[in-house]
């Protein structure tokens, strides 16, 4: 079985701008590099799990979606990192209805386990959100850390809040 390190996109990998949808509005966080390169060389693999409800919103496409992925996804293979797959969700329950994907649920991380033969339990997630962190418990990951670079989170689920990636 392989493990994964688990990545949410907005707030971790980038900078949070509400329904981020451009290339030119993309802004990485700093460190987000090191650390799944770091990871990379431990033999993990690397996923992207996010929730994306500015689709179902109608702010974007999955078209637009899958495009600006493929470029972010490139941005990584340039600096020697492979990310295995960019898992979203495309819902939101108020519009759509329901779903099994959407984060606080595991729905993201059990199909990479599927597809993948991922050891969830020997996995890592990082998010920004109490919902990323309570997707990984639910999914049975041991390991998670909140990363809240404004550092006024007091209280998670997670093993570790974080200022920085470099923390992790």
């Known amino acids: ?19 981020l949808s451009k290339i030119e509005d993309f802004i990485f966080i700093d460190g987000i590099f090191d650390l799944c390169k770091k990871y990379q060389d431990k033999g993990y693999l690397l996923f992207v799990v996010t929730n994306q409800s500015g689709i179902a919103r109608g702010f974007y496409s999955e078209s637009d979606f899958n495009l ?12 020697g990192i492979k990310i295995q797959k960019a898992y979203f969700c495309p819902h939101h329950p108020e519009i759509s209805g329901e779903c099994s994907c959407r984060k606080p649920k595991a729905g993201m991380l059990l199909e990479a386990k599927k597809e993948f033969d991922i050891d969830l339990e020997n996995s890592i997630l990082v998010g ?25 989170c007091e209280e ?13």
């Open 128 to 152: 920004d959100k109490e919902r990323d962190i309570e997707s990984a418990i639910t999914a049975g990951l041991k390991e998670s850390y909140l990363f809240d670079e404004k550092g006024v």
């Open 1 to 19: 079985m392989n493990k994964a390190l688990f990545l949410d996109r907005d707030g971790v990998i980038n900078v949070e701008i509400n329904y």
């Open 68 to 79: 600006l992925t493929s470029w972010m996804i490139k941005e990584f293979l340039n600096k």
């Open 156 to 168: 998670s689920k997670a093993i570790k809040i974080v200022s920085s990636l470099r923390e992790i």
